[in-house]
T-cell receptor
Framework: AQSVTQLGSHVSVSEGALVLLRCNYS??????LFWYVQYPNQGLQLLLK??????LVKGINGFEAEFKKSETSFHLTKPSAHMSDAAEYFC??????????????FGTGTRLQVTL | EAQVTQNPRYLITVTGKKLTVTCSQN?????MSWYRQDPGLGLRQIYY???????DKGDVPEGYKVSRKEKRNFPLILESPSPNQTSLYFC?????????????????FGPGTRLTVL
């Protein structure tokens, strides 16, 4: 069975500061990993995903994440936070090509607050 | 515009009164899914469908029904809603499924339906 742990339900950073949102996963097979963002009163939007290949993945809005197999982690970073980054962020894992196609297991989410 | 639509966006109802939340996608996606989002619990899958007439239970299916008679539509049915089904519901779809295929496809989410059961 797969699972996702997001450390910190709330993270607050100053505008211009580094954003680091933590995600650790558990999977019995090579995982596919995703970060989604949810702005207030909206659905989820894909930020980036890792499937195979390069372990550093770049997404939209200047975000990136690095897949570290040895640490079972997929932390999300952005060098300089902007007020518009305030949202809730969800890490998710799927089991790739094992037959449970497209089943995503989500973490509990991290709400990012950006202050002036 | 490629999108997933849900209706209604907001619904307040009473215990036991049957309701249906509709979901439609215009991307010819095979896979569709329903999630509920609750504070501190993230998103949990209710039901999913790999194609027309093929549906299966997710992690929290109790109290819900679904149907997939057409590829584009995947309604969520609550036959007898209860207060513990008060939640934010999301429909999602993605292109390809199947045991021979890799699930790398992005899931596209609808805008959500906020349901309150009194």
């Amino acid at each position: 069975a797969q699972s996702v742990t997001q450390l910190g339900s709330h993270v607050s950073v100053s505008e211009g500061a580094l954003v680091l949102l933590r995600c650790n996963y558990s999977s019995s097979v090579p995982p596919y990993l995703f970060w989604y963002v949810q702005y207030p009163n909206q659905g989820l939007q894909l930020l980036l995903k890792y499937t195979t290949g390069a372990t550093l993945v770049k997404g939209i809005n200047g975000f990136e994440a690095e897949f570290k197999k040895s640490e079972t982690s997929f932390h999300l970073t952005k060098p300089s936070a902007h007020m518009s980054d305030a949202a809730e962020y969800f890490c998710a894992v799927s089991e790739g090509n094992t037959g449970t196609a497209s089943k995503l297991t989500f973490g509990t989410g991290t709400r990012l607050q950006v202050t002036l | 515009e490629a999108q997933v639509t849900q209706n209604p966006r907001y619904l307040i109802t009473v215990t036991g009164k049957k309701l249906t939340v509709t979901c439609s996608q215009n991307m010819n996606h095979e896979y569709m899914s329903w999630y509920r989002q609750d504070p501190g619990l993230g998103l949990r899958q209710i039901y999913y469908s790999m194609n027309v007439e093929v549906t299966d239970k997710g992690d929290v299916p109790e109290g819900y029904k679904v149907s997939r008679k057409e590829k584009r539509n995947f309604p969520l049915i609550l036959e007898s809603p209860s207060p513990n089904q008060t939640s934010l519901y999301f429909c999602a779809s993605s292109l390809s499924v199947g045991r021979a295929k890799q699930s790398t496809d992005t899931q596209y989410f609808g805008p959500g339906t906020r349901l309150t059961v009194l």
